[in-house]
């Protein structure tokens, strides 16, 4: 009966993933079962992992392609382990990822989920300057989801009971493991470990690859479901700020640069009522949006200073100064 169960949804990525299954076999942790669940591939995908002799592999194929959450939640259904880690048939593992992660697991057993930091790759393996040192503290994690994803789902291992009852949610396709983070996020700590232990492959194909509007798409889906707990109903207008907020695109005009302090104003206002979330992580993870959105309207020289200065955002700083470390952490 094995200790892990990482489960390996394959759709056409006969390139990549006997390497990835390679990394995963290679690892120093060896407890572990790997579920491939192949959704009707039609490259050499299912091929190459069936030549892959290993007695820890198990292959499940689906009658037809049925797409993402259904692989991932057939593999959920087959596995065995007290431990689930996702994984993606692109991506690679570094070899001492899982023994780290179960140890700490079994250390913590307060915490629910672990991610880790991810370097990023292209297509022939080579490595990108970009990658994601995610060094939010656990305690604010949670403020942080209600804006973005902060794990990587091939770098996460699962406690079993902190998986959500039926897995992961239908209609949620390239979010669906955001929507479920949020959820075992209400529920448990969760963290990321603070080195790189996943190389993340960008490769015409993959998610991050010219999906924008998409991803963008289902992201508003879950920030709809994030929201409701604070009594928020997200509308297009609100997504689109959402979005705004996070990407790397310049503010031009300085009326969106105030529909985004109003609705920062919003969340921490109903947080104080509803109490949701600890309101001093939050004011901390609003306020670094803040800052980020004017910075990103800089280009307005003195309109975007005044507004800076003069937001009523501060009055939650300075009424709640348990964190001095706003300004200085605000790329968290």
């Known amino acids: 009966m094995p200790e892990l169960s990482i489960i390996m949804p394959l759709y056409n990525t006969e390139k990549y993933v006997g390497q990835a299954v390679q990394s995963l076999l290679s690892q120093s942790y060896t407890d572990f079962e790997l579920i491939i669940v192949d959704d009707a591939s039609t490259d050499g995908s299912f091929d190459v992992v069936k030549s892959l002799k290993d007695n820890r592999i198990k292959i499940l194929t689906n009658d037809r392609n049925h797409g993402i959450v259904f692989s991932r939640n057939r593999g959920l259904i087959d596995a065995v382990g007290r431990f689930i880690a996702p994984f993606d048939s692109d991506d690679i ?19 629910g989920m672990l991610g880790s930091w991810i370097k990023m790759i292209d297509e022939k393996g080579n490595l990108l300057k970009k990658g994601w040192r995610l060094k939010a503290s656990p305690e604010q994690i949670p403020s942080q989801l209600l804006f973005r994803n902060y794990f990587a ?25 955001y929507r479920m983070w949020v959820e075992v996020a209400r529920n448990f700590m969760v963290w990321n470990y603070p080195e790189y232990l996943v190389y993340y492959r960008i490769h015409p194909g993959s998610v991050t690859d010219g999906n924008t509007e998409r991803l963008n798409q289902y992201e508003s889906k879950v ?10 109903q997200i509308d297009q207008n609100h997504a689109s700020l959402l979005h705004l907020i996070n990407n790397d695109d310049n503010i031009l005009e300085i009326g969106k640069l105030k529909q985004i302090e109003e609705f920062l104003l919003l969340i921490l206002n109903k947080n104080a009522i509803r109490r949701v979330y600890d309101q001093d992580q939050l004011i901390k993870v609003v306020l670094n949006r803040w800052i980020k ?24 700083y300075f009424t709640n100064k348990n964190d001095k470390h706003i300004i200085s952490s605000w790329i968290c």
């Open 93 to 111: 593992a570094l070899p001492d990822k899982f023994m780290k992660q179960i140890r700490f697991l079994k250390d913590h057993p307060e915490y």
């Open 153 to 177: 789902q091939l770098s996460v291992v699962i406690r079993r009971e902190a998986i959500p009852q039926g897995g992961y949610v239908e209609g949620y396709n390239m979010a669906e493991d």
């Open 223 to 232: 920030f709809e479901y994030s929201f409701k707990f604070l009594d928020i």
């Open 293 to 316: 959105a004017c910075y990103k309207s800089r280009g307005m020289n003195v309109k975007t200073v005044n507004q800076f200065l003069t937001s009523p955002l501060w009055k939650f």
